[in-house]
């Protein structure tokens, strides 16, 4: 080649774009954001008609605070199924809403009042409302523009808050539904109780934590039977005095064990006999300090003589008792007894504990109300009365420590230990609770409904799993299992709180009457109306204003006769109401009020799902939702949860500055949302390296198609074979990417478009068809890779709009006007007769080929005998199959090579061969002939052309 070859580079169809190596993601995503807005794009897709509705419904996350990674995740998920549905042909629909009711708010104010010293008993219920409406008006508002940040669609201007006065009033109706259905009651049962919050608390609102406390071995004296006893134990000494009964399971061993001799400072009574399963017999013997040889077992006793006997209590006929527990203890069979911990026999307090309850139940035992709505023992409660259980600040008051020491005095401990259990705490106070017998208000679940809905069942049990089984479907289908469970052994519902933010149970009860009376509850469609009427225009608050019993009442039924009542509605009654004032009542609802969807995290299978599905059964007759997702919790790389105190959180907020939503979205996107998902520092870091490899796929496919000209689009049937396959691979793709979108897929959608971006595009259609896009001049092969580049683009901007949402609307201004979005364009359709299996199978094969050519090239490379694939020309040695297969003059571009021969036949001893490729085998050698300037291949008749220095191709594209 003569040194006065020119410089061909500015002859090449080089890729030319400004789209950037760099996202700067942080930067950008906002003026998107408002573009967006500008737009009108949500509003803009609710115009499209003609379209199925389809509604993700929202579960109402909480006014209060900012935003945790939680959050994100489910908000992200949330807005991948709505874009995808959208992008089907769907018309998908996104209310955000939010819940503003409950005590957390309520415990904010109240948290604000005690720093200024002021007592929230003596503020005027309404104007601690509306503090507490205020307060959740606030944080809607920051957790709006944080959930926006996110990249999230939907009717941000005009969401749902359970405190609207619509809302509340529907609320109330859907109450009103369970006062007029008959399923509504007021009872007085065990439930779980925060003495720290003063209020009963629903099963979503405990968490479980470890504390230590006292386990005690207590020793029920056999009456007619001297020194003879039933050993129970116990965690929970302060429930002693409330004991009824002793439980023990039929289908357990127990025996008598005599005490022969004691060491000191024992408890035990030589010479007396204790009863105990069998198998816990040692280890309570052991807690009181009794070897082995000082009991002998004396014999069994069946289930048939310990339902004979009777019981003292442990503190019958104390000195000072005033007779409080002279009372017989009988021995009761009960399922829910095991012999895993313990002695076999289980004190039983009927009111404070559920298995308690139901015993006393079945067997009329009294209940007790020895303790206060602050854990503290009624005043004349003798020994105990006036300690408390939990102090206001929720350590342990001196109750359990009372009652041990007055058992101690009058003989009634036989052990004690300091044991750790699990127990529960409110998740808002930290708090222990107790399980604490208060008149509360029920719904039935298990009564017959007088509503006429029995399609699916007559009582709301019944209706709610129905609907699991037949209405509803799970992703993934283990979710079906746990709402099933959990709600096919629940007990009734408790719907009634002692707090002042919030529904109030709207009803009033006859004044003087007993709970169990006929008339004790006022149904009345005209008291009804009113208060709807005036909650539509006043909110809840009208409930709270003076005379507003008279209010409702007057001229209907003499309000002297009643008494109103004052409780609050459970939130998860609120956030359960939803589908009412949203699906149901809104425009941009559903058109038959139920959901498509429910999305939520798996802790919703005891809140949300839960709580709706009870709701609507009581009110629809059916489940509110056709579908659920649920997804797992966030966890630190090292698989912890999160916690402020270990310091390992991560904040949304955090990853959009340092990276950009989308990489968050992204994290979503990569991961299994069924199980717990970990995210950390590292992590993000493998996201964003998958995050560059994509976009150097759309960028290149931008560059390369600067010039594209649509009127020179090449028709599928006359492409070559390579530009064919790759339409293949679309329609396959096509079909992976909207099943798994139909199917909340996300991750199998994502990896699949990930893989043939960078296995299929970049590493090899790309490669191969770059010296065609650089090099040719309007030739049929570089026209068609061009056509292939602009159905591409079409397809990868909107399959992978839903997951980058903001990367995708940049890669689609590049090519668009400035007045349209990706947003608001669907999946483009692709024709079934791309679809070539028969030609895949075959290119399948020939890329097996290719692998050998390359792996060849690769050892000769290493060895540094060539630099580039273009300095060699191999013979690739075939058999016949694979020989028939090979059109000789195309393969060399698809190995990269500048010449190459096929020949059919095995080939000589040395060549290259993979074990995993039969019949194929290379033999090197360098190509023949010079470099050409302009596109590097190595051809003999390079410099042979009216252009110095290059092949006749290249030639060509020159004149």
């Not at 950037?20 to 930067?27: D, E, H, I, S, W």
């Not at 609907?467 to 709600?487: A, F, H």
């Not at 520092?681 to 994509?694: H, T």
């Amino acid at each position: 080649m003569c040194a006065e070859t020119p410089d061909y580079k500015t002859t090449l169809n080089l890729p030319r774009t400004d789209f950037p190596m760099r996202a700067g993601l942080p930067k950008r995503e906002p003026e998107w954001l408002a573009r967006w807005e500008e737009l009108d794009v949500y509003g803009q897709l609710r115009q499209k008609s003609g379209r199925k509705p389809f509604t993700l419904h929202d579960g109402p996350p909480y006014a209060n605070g900012h935003l945790h990674i939680g959050h994100a995740l489910n908000k992200i998920l949330k807005d991948m199924v709505v874009r995808s549905q959208q992008m089907m042909g769907h018309d998908a629909r996104y209310i955000p809403g939010w819940d503003c009711h409950g005590l957390p708010i309520e415990w904010k104010i109240e948290e604000k009042y005690r720093k200024k010293g002021r007592d929230k008993d003596a503020v005027d219920v309404v104007e601690f409302r509306r503090e507490c409406r205020d307060f959740a008006k606030g944080w809607v508002d920051i957790q709006r523009e944080e959930f926006k940040r996110l990249g999230i669609t939907g009717n941000w201007e005009n969401p749902y808050l359970t405190m609207d006065y619509h809302a509340e009033r529907v609320i109330a109706e859907e109450f009103q539904t369970f006062l007029m259905n008959g399923t509504l009651y007021q009872g007085s049962k065990p439930v779980m109780w925060s003495p720290v919050e003063k209020t009963a608390l629903a099963e979503a609102e405990v968490e479980y934590h470890d504390r230590q406390t006292d386990a005690i071995w207590v020793p029920f004296a056999v009456k007619g039977q001297a020194d003879t006893y039933v050993v129970i134990w116990t965690t929970t000494p302060w429930t002693i005095p409330q004991n009824r009964a002793v439980c023990f399971n039929e289908t357990v061993s127990y025996g008598a064990y005599k005490v022969n001799s004691t060491p000191d400072e024992c408890w035990a009574k030589a010479g007396a006999t204790y009863l105990f399963a069998d198998d816990l017999a040692e280890s309570a013997f052991s807690a009181a300090r009794l070897d082995a040889e000082m009991y002998t077992r004396v014999g069994d006793v069946s289930a048939a003589e310990l339902t004979e006997l009777t019981l003292n209590h442990p503190l019958h006929g104390a000195d000072g008792a005033d007779g409080e527990w002279d009372f017989d203890v009988p021995m009761l069979a009960g399922d829910h007894v095991t012999a895993d911990a313990g002695t076999g026999f289980v004190h039983t307090a009927p009111s404070h504990g559920d298995d308690d309850y139901q015993i006393g139940l079945k067997h009329g035992l009294p209940m007790t109300f020895n303790i206060l709505d602050d854990s503290s023992y009624r005043a004349d409660l003798p020994f105990f009365g006036g300690e408390v259980i939990l102090r206001p600040n929720g350590k342990p008051g001196k109750a359990n420590q009372k009652v041990i020491e007055k058992l101690v005095e009058v003989g009634g401990l036989l052990a004690r230990a300091r044991i750790t259990i699990s127990d529960a705490h409110s998740w808002r106070s930290k708090a222990p609770v107790i399980r604490l017998n208060r008149p509360q208000w029920f719904a039935a679940i298990d009564k017959a409904c007088d509503d006429g809905m029995d399609t699916h069942g007559k009582t709301i049990r019944e209706r709610a799993l129905t609907s699991i089984d037949e209405l509803v479907t799970w992703t993934p289908q283990t979710g079906r299992n746990r709402l099933y469970s959990m709600i096919e052994a629940r007990p009734d519902w408790v719907l009634s709180r002692q707090r002042a933010w919030g529904v109030p149970l709207t009803c009033f009860v006859k004044t003087g009457a007993k709970h169990d009376d006929p008339d004790y509850l006022l149904r009345n469609a005209d008291v009804n109306a009113r208060i709807l009427e005036a909650f539509e225009a006043e909110g809840a608050d009208a409930w709270y204003k003076d005379g507003a019993k008279e209010w409702f009442l007057s001229g209907i039924v003499n309000p002297d006769d009643y008494t109103q009542v004052m409780d609050i509605l459970d939130v998860w009654f609120d956030s359960g109401s939803t589908h009412a004032f949203t699906l149901r009542d809104r425009e941009d609802g559903s058109e038959d009020g139920l959901a498509d969807l429910y999305l939520e995290g798996t802790d919703q299978h005891r809140g949300w799902f839960h709580s709706s599905m009870l709701q609507a059964c009581g009110t629809k007759g059916r489940a509110p939702y056709r579908g659920v997702l649920t997804h797992g919790f966030t966890l630190d790389e090292k698989g912890m949860k999160m916690s402020k105190s270990i310091g390992n959180t991560i904040a949304p907020e955090e990853v959009t500055k340092q990276y950009g939503a989308d990489i968050l979205r992204l994290w979503v996107a990569q991961s299994d949302y069924t199980a717990d998902l970990r995210i950390g520092p590292e992590i993000l870091k493998n996201v964003a390296d998958s995050y560059r490899r994509l976009r150097n796929t759309m960028r290149f496919m931008l560059g390369s198609l600067a010039d594209f000209d649509a009127a020179k689009t090449v028709a599928p049937q006359n492409m070559p074979e390579l530009e064919r396959l790759m339409l293949h691979k679309i329609a396959v793709l096509d079909e992976t990417v909207r099943n798994g979108y139909a199917k909340y897929d996300f991750q199998g959608v994502f990896r699949a478009i990930f893989d043939f971006a960078t296995l299929d595009l970049s590493s090899f259609y790309f490669d191969i068809r770059k010296d065609a896009l650089y090099c040719d001049d309007d030739t049929n092969r570089r026209l068609s890779a061009l056509t292939v580049l602009d159905i591409l683009y079409g397809r990868l901007t909107t399959w992978l709009a839903p997951i980058l949402t903001f990367t995708m609307e940049e890669v689609w201004l590049e090519r668009n006007g400035a007045e349209t979005s990706v947003h608001l364009v669907d999946f483009v359709q692709t024709p079934a007769e791309w679809r070539n299996d028969a030609l895949a199978a075959k290119l399948d094969k020939i890329r097996a080929i290719r692998r050998v050519v390359t792996g060849a090239l690769e050892g000769e490379r290493t060895a540094k005998v060539i630099g580039s694939s273009l300095e060699a020309a191999p013979t690739v040695y075939l058999s016949p199959e694979l020989f028939a297969l090979i059109d000789a003059d195309n393969f060399a571009d698809l190995c990269i090579t500048s010449q190459i021969t096929v020949v059919e036949g095995a080939g000589p001893a040395g060549a290259f061969a993979l074990d995993d490729v039969a019949g194929v085998a290379v033999s090197f050698a360098k190509a023949d002939g010079e470099k050409c300037a302009r596109c590097w291949k190595v051809l003999p008749d390079v410099g042979s052309h009216k252009h110095d220095g290059v092949c006749s191709r290249c030639a060509s594209a020159l004149s």
